[in-house]
C-alpha cells in the first residue's frame, strides 16, 4: 500500500528511492524536498497555497544514471498522476506534430485511469454481487413466486421435500438450486463452463480528415460526438465463467461509478499532485557556441511554446479545464552537444532546480546488481524459478560482471546501468535457451566469476568492432 504523503519526511523518500536507485543523492534529496513540499502548500493557510508554486528541476547527467527512474518512482511513491514525454516529439505551432498542451492532456488521462481504478476497487464488492446474480440468471433462470405455482407431485414423491408437511413451491426449489449453484460460482468450481453472455459494444466510427489538420483535442471531442449519439449494440459472446465473470465484473463497475465526480477528483488530482517528466530536452536547445545543429522545426519556438504550461495557464482536455500551476515539472537531458545556458533565458528560469547526475562507477554497478528491490540479477532468478531451475550467483561473479560491464561503456559508449542488461544477456541467453529441454525442473545453475570470464570474453574482445557496425 502507497504510504500517505503526510507520512513521508524527505529522509523517508530518499530511504524509499534508495531500495530502487544506488547513488544521486543530491537528485534523490532534491525531488523529495519537492514532493514534501506539495504537502506543506497543501497545509498553508488558504490566501498562500495559489502563491506557493512548485520549484520544477532540472536534471543534468548522461543516459542510464537513474534519471528518468527517479522521477516514476517518485511518482508512484506519492501515488500522483505521472507522464513522461519527449521534448524532441513537440513541434512549434504552426507546424504538423504534436503540441506541447499534449503533455497536460496525457497526465489527465492517467490521472482518470487511476481515480476509475480506485473507484472500481471500492464498488468491488457490490459489483461482484451483481456478477454472480447475473451469471446465476443465465445457468439457472429465476422462477417467479406465485402462490397457484406448487409443483406437481411426481412418482414416489410425498410432496414433503422439506419433511416439515409442507409442500415446496417451483419459486423455493428454483430459490435453493440457485443458491447451490452460487456457492459452486463463487468457489470456482464451475469456472470452466462455458456460458453465453452479452457484451455492449459502442460503435464508434472512424473518423479521416482531408483537407488540412485537426488537432488532437478537436479529434477527441469529435469522436466522443459521434461515439455518444451513436446506439451501443450488444455481441453475444460464448466464454467460460472465469472469462465472463471478469468481462461482466468491469461492465458493472463502471456502471456504479459517477464519472462526473472521476473528472472532477481527477482534474483536482492532476492539477495538485501531477508530475510531468520532460526527457530529452537538451534536444531542443539551440547550440549557442556556433553552427547550425542541423535541420530542426523550431528548437527556439517549442521552447517558448512550452514557457507558459511550465510557468502556469489553463488546457483544455475532453475531461474539463485544467490549470498547470501547480504541476510539477522535471527536465532532463545528457547535454553532450549542447550546455543548460544554450535554453533561452525564459526557460532556464521556469527550472530554477538544477541537478547534476554523476555518470556511473564500477562500484555502483556492483551495487545495481545486488541490491534494488527489482535487481536484473533478482528479475532473472525469478524467471529461471518459473521454470524450476534455481538461479545463484556468486559475490565474486557480481564484481565481475560489474568490472566489465564499467570497461565496456568507458571504451565504447557509456550507455550507464543499461549495459548491465546487455551482459547478463549475454551471460545467460544460452541457460535461457536450454530451459527446460537440456536443464530441467530441480536443477541449480551457480553463476562464478570462471563463468562470466569465459562466457563474456568475447563481449570485451571485440567491442572494437562495434565502430564499424551501422
Known amino acids: 500500500m502507497t504510504p500517505l504523503l503526510k507520512d513521508l519526511t524527505p529522509r523517508q523518500i530518499v530511504a524509499e528511492l534508495d531500495g530502487y536507485i544506488i547513488g544521486q543523492h543530491d537528485a534523490k534529496r532534491n525531488v523529495a524536498i519537492a514532493l514534501r513540499n506539495r504537502w506543506r502548500r497543501m497545509n498553508a493557510p488558504v490566501d498562500m497555497q495559489r502563491e506557493i508554486t512548485p520549484n520544477n528541476i532540472l536534471m543534468i547527467g548522461a543516459t542510464g544514471v537513474g534519471k528518468t527512474e527517479i522521477a516514476r518512482r517518485l511518482a508512484k511513491l506519492a501515488d500522483a498522476p505521472f507522464t513522461k514525454v519527449e521534448a524532441s516529439k513537440f513541434t512549434e505551432v504552426g507546424y504538423v506534430g504534436r503540441d506541447v498542451e499534449s503533455m497536460v492532456r496525457d497526465l489527465v488521462e492517467q490521472a482518470i485511469n487511476m481515480v476509475k481504478a480506485a473507484k472500481k476497487e471500492a464498488v468491488k464488492v457490490r459489483a461482484s454481487q451483481i456478477v454472480d446474480d447475473l451469471i446465476l440468471d443465465i445457468l439457472i ?28 413451491t417451483d419459486a423455493e426449489l428454483n430459490e435453493r438450486t440457485r443458491e447451490r449453484f452460487r456457492a459452486k460460482v463463487q468457489s470456482g468450481e464451475m469456472d470452466s463452463r462455458h456460458i453465453e453472455i452479452d457484451v455492449q459494444q459502442s460503435q464508434m466510427p472512424n473518423i479521416g480528415v482531408m483537407g488540412g489538420a485537426i488537432d488532437d483535442m478537436s479529434m477527441m471531442n469529435l469522436q ?39 473528472k472532477e477528483e481527477a482534474i483536482r488530482k492532476a492539477e495538485n499532485a501531477g508530475i510531468i517528466f520532460i526527457d530529452e530536452i537538451d534536444k531542443i536547445a539551440t547550440n549557442r557556441s556556433g553552427g547550425s545543429g542541423g535541420p530542426d522545426v523550431s528548437r527556439e519556438g517549442v521552447q517558448r511554446d512550452l514557457l507558459p504550461i511550465v510557468e502556469g495557464s489553463t488546457v483544455n482536455t475532453k475531461y474539463g479545464t485544467i490549470h498547470t500551476d501547480h504541476i510539477l515539472f522535471i527536465a532532463a537531458g545528457a547535454f553532450h552537444v549542447s550546455k543548460p545556458s544554450d535554453l533561452i533565458p525564459e526557460l532556464q528560469g521556469r527550472f530554477p532546480i538544477r541537478v547534476e547526475l554523476q555518470s556511473l562507477s564500477e562500484d555502483d554497478f556492483y551495487q545495481i546488481l545486488k541490491e534494488p528491490k527489482n535487481a536484473l540479477t533478482k528479475q532473472y532468478v525469478a524467471m529461471m524459478a518459473a521454470e524450476g531451475v534455481d538461479l545463484s550467483f556468486d559475490d565474486e561473479a557480481l564484481r565481475e560482471l560489474a568490472r566489465i560491464a564499467f570497461q565496456v561503456n568507458s571504451e565504447v559508449e557509456n550507455i550507464g546501468a543499461r549495459r548491465l ?50
Open 224 to 262: 466522443e460526438m459521434l461515439g455518444g449519439m451513436m446506439p451501443k449494440k450488444g455481441k453475444k459472446r460464448r466464454v467460460t465463467i472465469a472469462e465472463a465473470r471478469k468481462i461482466l465484473l468491469d461492465e458493472e463497475a463502471a456502471k456504479l461509478i459517477d464519472m462526473d465526480e472521476v
Open 141 to 168: 433462470p429465476p422462477v417467479r413466486p406465485s402462490s397457484s405455482m406448487v409443483r406437481p407431485l411426481g412418482f414416489g414423491d410425498t410432496g414433503d421435500n422439506n419433511g416439515d408437511g409442507i409442500r415446496d
Open 421 to 470: 542488461q546487455t551482459v547478463l544477456s549475454q551471460l545467460l541467453n544460452d541457460f535461457m535457451f536450454d530451459i527446460p529441454d537440456v536443464i530441467g525442473p530441480n536443477a541449480h545453475v551457480l553463476v562464478t566469476k570462471e563463468l562470466v570470464a569465459e562466457k563474456l570474453n568475447g563481449l570485451v574482445q571485440n567491442r572494437d568492432l562495434s565502430q564499424y557496425i551501422l
